[in-house]
T-cell receptor, first 113, second 113 residues
Framework: NAGVTQTPKFQVLKTGQSMTLQCAQD?????MYWYRQDPGMGLRLIYY???????DKGEVPNGYNVSRLNKREFSLRLESAAPSQTSVYFC????????????FGSGTRLTVV | DQQVKQNSPSLSVQEGRISILNCDYT??????FLWYKKYPAEGPTFLIS?????DKNEDGRFTVFLNKSAKHLSLHIVPSQPGDSAVYFC????????????FGAGTILRVKS
């Protein structure tokens, strides 16, 4: 039972390059989320998907796009990477009871040079 | 508009003593209050939570207190252990926010042996 799996774990991009961060869950949860973590800023929501086929912007969506491919998978795409997008990215799913919050993946550390 | 604040970026405690982590919020409409723990190179993991209708919840060495009138949340760890050294995030949930969690910036806890 893997929970939430993120790939890749590390990535270095040059400014202007594109890439897609992958997230897959095996818990049959409906809602999935992408957050970024920056020092002193906590975790900020980029995009989320309340259910298969729906996506919505979060707090910091600029420069990103998402795809909810099916119930299991939620990908985050950077079309033209910028140094400001250097961060650690976490995917999460909402547990059946909000009292238990999210289950997070182990993160993708992205550096844009 | 920063809805959730963790005003102490770091905290250092001696092993065996009590660790108290604090979180203040501005919006009184949150319904669940959660604490997450994060080790380096890992995703955040759920620690403990409390419903807005309660003022205390205890789970082993961890107790969360909620003071709604002061809009203040705290996490007590007694006794503190070196393995508790991590970053602690408070997170607040509100159904009307589409089941999203709003996170504080985090507090780095270091337990010295």
């Amino acid at each position: 039972n893997a929970g939430v799996t993120q790939t890749p774990k590390f990535q270095v991009l040059k400014t202007g390059q594109s890439m897609t961060l992958q997230c897959a869950q095996d818990m049959n949860h409906n809602s999935m989320y992408w957050y970024r973590q920056d020092p002193g800023m906590g975790l900020r929501l980029i995009y989320y998907s309340a259910s298969e086929g729906t996506t919505d912007k979060g707090e910091v969506p600029n420069g990103y796009n998402v795809s909810r491919l099916n119930k299991r998978e939620f990908s985050l795409r950077l079309e033209s990477a910028a140094p400001s997008q250097t961060s650690v990215y976490f995917c999460a799913t909402l547990n059946d009871r909000p009292y238990y919050g999210y289950t997070f993946g182990s993160g993708t550390r992205l550096t844009v040079v | 508009d920063q809805q959730v604040k963790q005003n102490s970026p770091s905290l250092s405690v001696q092993e065996g003593r009590i660790s108290i982590l604090n979180c203040d919020y501005t919006n009184s409409m949150f319904d669940y209050f959660l604490w997450y723990k994060k080790y380096p190179a890992e995703g955040p993991t759920f620690l403990i939570s409390i419903s807005s209708i309660k003022d205390k919840n205890e789970d082993g060495r961890f107790t969360v207190f909620l003071n709604k009138s002061a809009k203040h949340l705290s996490l007590h760890i007694v006794p503190s252990q070196p393995g508790d050294s991590a970053v602690y995030f408070c997170a607040l949930h509100r159904m009307e926010y589409g089941n999203k969690l709003v996170f504080g910036a985090g507090t780095i806890l270091r337990v010295k042996s």
